[in-house]
């Protein structure tokens, strides 16, 4: 079936470390591809998606490039700062399904001063 | 602007006992989720609405669970009688008709319930 399968956590950084979290998916079809973000004590929110092949979808410094050959979506980021310390999930949503996300389990990222 | 308000934040039952939680979406989003979040796994969808209309339930367990959004605004999640596996966070998303196309889902801060 449909899945995402993200790296284990948590991932402990320096501030102003380099940061990538591995985001592998299957799906049929042609899914969208997105990271949400879980800041302590708030909800979900949407960081940045990517609807095809090859693009690469942008926030708040993070990148990501959603890579059919390989069926990724790693997300990336040149500098964390303790700020940046949230759950991040990766999720996917079928063209064919309105609404319904397919999220990875989450990658927990601290990152220290 | 308002996010999506869910109560209450913590419950506390006994197994067999009922347990509601209570959504209120972002105004003007006629589309609204219920997701069930366990312990160290990602949200998974139980049910989606579009205005009072529940156009997917199918992972939602109707033996024990139900949902109902009178009026195509506030909704509410029951559980009756709750198990012990029950134990999570519940948690609400709302949306635009476009935003459900293009996955961008607005969540509460979820409802967690412990089962004792």
């Known amino acids: 079936g449909d899945s995402v399968t993200q790296m284990e956590g948590p991932v402990t950084l320096s501030e102003e470390a380099f940061l990538t979290i591995n985001c592998t998916y299957t799906?049929?079809?042609?899914?969208?591809l997105f990271w949400y973000v879980q800041y302590p004590g708030e909800g979900l929110q949407l960081l940045l998606k990517a609807t095809k092949a090859d693009d690469k979808g942008s926030n708040k410094g993070f990148e990501a490039t959603y890579r059919k050959e390989t069926t990724s979506f790693h997300l990336e980021k040149g500098s964390v700062q303790v700020s940046d310390s949230a759950v991040y999930f990766c999720?996917?949503?079928?063209?064919?399904?309105?609404?319904?996300?397919?999220f990875g389990q989450g990658t927990t990222l601290q990152v220290k001063p | 602007e308002a996010g999506v308000v869910q109560s209450p934040r913590y419950k506390i039952i006994e197994k067999k006992q009922p347990v509601a939680f209570w959504c209120n979406p972002i105004?003007?989003?006629?589309?609204l989720y219920w997701y069930l979040q366990n312990l160290g796994q990602g949200p998974e969808l139980l049910i989606r609405y579009e205005n009072e209309e529940a156009v997917d339930d199918s992972q939602l367990p109707k033996d024990r669970f139900s949902a109902e959004r009178l009026k195509g605004v506030d909704s509410t999640l029951k559980i009756q009688p709750a198990e012990l596996g029950d134990s999570a966070v519940y948690l609400c998303?709302?949306?635009?008709?476009?935003?459900?196309?293009?996955?961008?889902?607005?969540f509460g801060e979820g409802s967690r319930l412990t089962v004792l």
């Open positions: 999720a996917l949503k079928l063209s064919s399904n309105t609404g319904k996300l397919i």
């Open positions: 998303a709302s949306s635009s008709l476009q935003g459900a196309n293009t996955g961008e889902l607005f």
């Open positions: 799906a049929t079809g042609y899914p969208s």
């Open positions: 105004s003007g989003h006629n589309t």
